[in-house]
């Protein structure tokens, strides 16, 4: 299973972005997918994560600013963010849970600025 994300930027105190990540290759019996991200310095943390029924779980720390989604035929997760803080910056990663196994993404980079 590859996964490919893309959407992190530049963006100012405020602002919005989009990240998307696809999955490829032989993928069965997905549970979850979502996104952690690892500020410098610190450990990578959840941010939001997406059951194959639609149930979502969000950090606190983004409760009301970002909003996750999946598209189960496509394989693919979307994490809208808004109000975006300087706090939120960080690589972002995307995240495929199945059965077994975690697969992660290669990271893709949030950048607020004050």
């Known amino acids: 299973v590859q996964l490919q994300a893309s959407g992190g930027g530049l963006v100012q105190a405020g602002g919005s972005l989009r990240l998307s990540c696809a999955a490829s290759?032989?993928?069965?019996?997905?549970?979850?997918m979502g996104w952690y991200r690892q500020a410098p310095g610190k450990e990578r943390e959840l941010v939001a994560v997406?059951?194959?029924?639609?149930?979502?779980k969000y950090a606190d720390s983004v409760k009301g600013r970002f909003t996750i989604s999946r598209d189960n035929a496509k394989n693919t997760v979307d994490l809208d963010l808004h109000s975006l803080k300087p706090e939120g910056t960080a690589v972002y990663y995307c995240?495929?849970?199945?059965?077994?196994?975690?697969?992660w993404g290669q990271g893709t980079q949030v950048t607020v600025s004050s």
């Open positions: 995240i495929l849970s199945d059965l077994e196994y975690d697969y």
């Open positions: 997406i059951t194959s029924a639609g149930s979502r």
């Open positions: 290759g032989s993928v069965f019996s997905i549970r979850t």
